[in-house]
C-alpha cells in the first residue's frame, strides 16, 4: 500500500510518517519543504520504507515533479493525506491581501491542484482514499476565535471541497473524507493560541489519522468528522 503525506517534516503529519513507516506493508512518500526531520528519520528507521521529496506543494511546477516522480517510479496511491497548513493570527483589518493569498494557498489551493496533478496515479485496482486535514474551527457553527477569519475560512472551504470531490469521484472509487481536528499541541496551535496547553500531543492524533486514513474509505465518503475532545 502506497501513503503519499504532505507537510510530513513536524507535528502531526511528521508523526503520520513515523507510524505509517511501522506498519507492514505501508509505503511512504512524505513531501515537504524541509526534509532534514525525514532524512534523520530515513536513516534511523533503515527500514526502507520511505521516499521524501522535497517540496513546495503552493508551486505548480513542484506539484509536477511530485507526479513526475511517481510516473518515473510506476507508482499507484492508495490513500493521500492532505496534511500541510499554514495559519495566520492577526485582526481582521490587518490581513494583507499577500498573507490572505498565502494561507488560501496552502490551505485551500495546494491541495486542489495536488489531487488535480495525483488523480492518474490512483490505484485503479482497490478503493483508494483522499483524506483531507482541516481544522474544528473550519465547521459551520463551532467556535470562532478573533483573528483566525483567514485560518479557519480556508479550512472551512477544504471541507466543502471534500464534499465536492466525493461526489465527483464517485465513480472513479476514490472516497474524499475530511478530518476537522481541534486542539493538539503543535507549532501552529501555538501560533493561534499562545500558552494554551492541548490535551493531545501530535504522536496521539497522529495514531487516529492513521487508522482513518487506512480504513475509514470502507465506511465514509464525502464525510466532515470532527476530531475534537476540547476547543480552546
Known amino acids: 500500500m502506497l501513503v ?35 532524512t534523520n528519520l530515513v536513516k534511523q528507521s533503515n527500514t526502507g520504507n520511505i521516499l521524501t521529496i522535497k517540496a513546495d506543494i503552493n508551486h505548480a511546477s513542484e506539484l509536477k515533479r511530485i507526479a513526475s516522480t511517481l510516473k518515473k517510479l510506476n507508482l499507484k496511491l492508495d490513500v493521500l493525506i492532505n496534511n500541510a497548513g499554514q495559519i495566520v493570527n492577526k485582526p481582521f483589518h490587518k490581513i494583507s491581501s499577500r ?23 490512483f490505484n485503479p485496482k482497490n478503493r483508494t482514499h483522499i483524506v483531507n486535514i482541516s481544522s474544528i474551527g473550519g465547521i459551520q457553527g463551532s467556535s470562532k476565535f478573533a483573528g483566525l477569519s483567514a485560518y479557519s475560512s480556508s479550512k472551512a472551504a477544504l471541507c466543502s471541497l471534500t464534499e465536492c470531490l466525493a461526489e465527483e469521484f464517485r465513480t472513479k472509487n476514490i472516497a474524499v473524507n475530511c478530518l476537522a481536528l481541534g486542539a493538539v499541541q503543535t507549532e501552529m496551535l501555538n501560533t493561534a493560541f499562545p500558552g494554551y496547553k492541548a490535551p493531545l500531543q501530535p504522536k496521539q492524533m497522529a495514531e487516529y489519522i492513521c487508522n482513518f486514513a487506512l480504513t475509514a474509505h470502507n465506511y465514509f465518503n464525502g464525510k466532515i468528522i470532527p476530531v475534537s475532545s476540547t476547543t480552546p
Open 99 to 121: 498573507e490572505l493569498t498565502s494561507v488560501y494557498s496552502a490551505n485551500l489551493f495546494a491541495p486542489f491542484h495536488l489531487i488535480q496533478h495525483l488523480l492518474p496515479f
Open 4 to 38: 503519499l503525506v504532505t507537510g510530513a517534516s513536524r507535528g502531526i503529519g511528521f508523526e503520520i510518517v513515523k507510524q505509517l513507516a511501522n506498519t507492514s506493508g505501508i509505503f511512504v512518500i512524505a513531501v515537504s519543504r524541509n526534509i532534514a526531520p525525514l
